[in-house]
């Protein structure tokens, strides 16, 4: 089971093309567990006064950072054009206790 929530109160903003949508896809791809309960996936908006910060947290597996054994291609190419289109970043990170946090920030 798949529950995908929404606190996106701040809309006033701009991605490149092809950001949230490979973003949320990995936290389905990597995060679902037919033998786990449901995958939650929670999409956050805010705004810092200097940034606008896109969140996707899921309740999956989690993340491990030193992973390496298999290339993040999508998460490569979108942390690229977010440097070279609007100067952002993309940082990913496990959450405690489980699941994973994508944070995109984007300077005013």
Do not use: W
């Amino acid at each position: 089971m798949l529950i995908v929530e929404y606190d996106t109160p701040f809309t006033r903003f701009r991605l490149p093309p092809l950001t949230l949508q490979p973003i949320v896809e990995n936290a389905v791809k990597h995060g679902m567990d037919p033998y786990s309960g449901p995958l939650h996936v929670l999409i956050r908006t805010r705004h810092t006064g200097s940034a606008s910060v896109i969140t996707v947290e899921d309740t999956g597996s989690g993340f491990d950072p030193t992973e390496d054994s298999r290339p993040h291609i999508a998460l490569t190419n979108i942390r690229q054009r977010l440097e070279m289109m609007c100067n952002g970043n993309l940082n990913v990170a496990p959450l405690d206790g489980g699941g994973t946090v994508v944070t995109v920030t984007i300077p005013d």
